[in-house]
T-cell receptor, first 115, second 114 residues
Framework: EPEVTQTPSHQVTQMGQEVILRCVPISNHLYFYWYRQILGQKVEFLVSFYNNEISEKSEIFDDQFSVERPDGSNFTLKIRSTKLEDSAMYFC?????????????FGPGTRLLVL | AQSVTQLDSHVSVSEGTPVLLRCNYSSSYSPSLFWYVQHPNKGLQLLLKYTSAATLVKGINGFEAEFKKSETSFHLTKPSAHMSDAAEYFCVVTRMDSSYKLIFGSGTRLLVRP
């Protein structure tokens, strides 16, 4: 069964450093998402991406964040200058067309720790 | 605006007894509703979804949920709990607009006692 994959599974970085989190969505999906879950808190929407542009972003997704689909398979989240409060589990998700019911399929997550 | 409220942060049941995880939603539009499960150190797995078809929805691993518009509820049930059901469960709402972003509840941790 096709699945969303994410790399790395864990990332430790120093405050102020740039990190890139990578995702490979399900191959025939066209809509891509990033969510994050700070330890002990809700899963929060960050950004949605379709047709090579952001379709919606949350207040969390400020200028320090960017997303890109650099080729036909990868979908990346970049944090330009990490802060302590960026420590969280980051989930990538993808979905097929609306006719498939709008279900989003999640990757296993990348646990980011900012020191 | 849309939101979901999961009424219990923790639920503890004995193996073999029924499971009830409660969820109420708020939505200005006809919502789509989902339950996702997260096992320890794992990602989010879809259990079931409601998208305006049948109000009683069956999912994987024997779980089901009933959409009740009059009560704005979407409670998750299972007739008989198994030890492997111990996990965090998230009730999720979305609106079928351009982005379909998911709004998560705060989660319910299910503990299954032997």
């Amino acid at each position: 069964e096709p699945e969303v994959t994410q790399t790395p599974s864990h990332q430790v970085t120093q405050m102020g450093q740039e990190v890139i989190l990578r995702c490979v969505p399900i191959s025939n999906h066209l809509y891509f998402y990033w969510y994050r879950q700070i330890l002990g808190q809700k899963v929060e929407f960050l950004v949605s991406f379709y047709n090579n542009e952001i379709s919606e972003k949350s207040e969390i997704f400020d200028d320090q964040f960017s997303v890109e689909r650099p080729d036909g398979s990868n979908f990346t989240l970049k944090i330009r200058s990490t802060k302590l409060e960026d420590s969280a589990m980051y989930f990538c998700a993808s979905r097929g067309p609306a006719t498939s019911g709008g279900t989003q399929y999640f990757g296993p997550g990348t646990r980011l720790l900012v020191l | 605006a849309q939101s979901v409220t999961q009424l219990d942060s923790h639920v503890s049941v004995s193996e073999g007894t029924p499971v009830l995880l409660r969820c109420n939603y708020s939505s200005s539009y006809s919502p789509s509703l989902f339950w996702y499960v997260q096992h320890p150190n794992k990602g989010l797995q879809l259990l079931l979804k409601y998208t305006s078809a049948a109000t009683l929805v069956k999912g994987i691993n024997g779980f089901e949920a009933e959409f009740k518009k009059s009560e704005t509820s979407f409670h998750l049930t299972k007739p008989s709990a198994h030890m492997s059901d111990a996990a965090e469960y998230f009730c999720v709402v979305t609106r079928m607009d351009s982005s379909y972003k998911l709004i998560f509840g705060s989660g319910t941790r299910l503990l299954v006692r032997p």
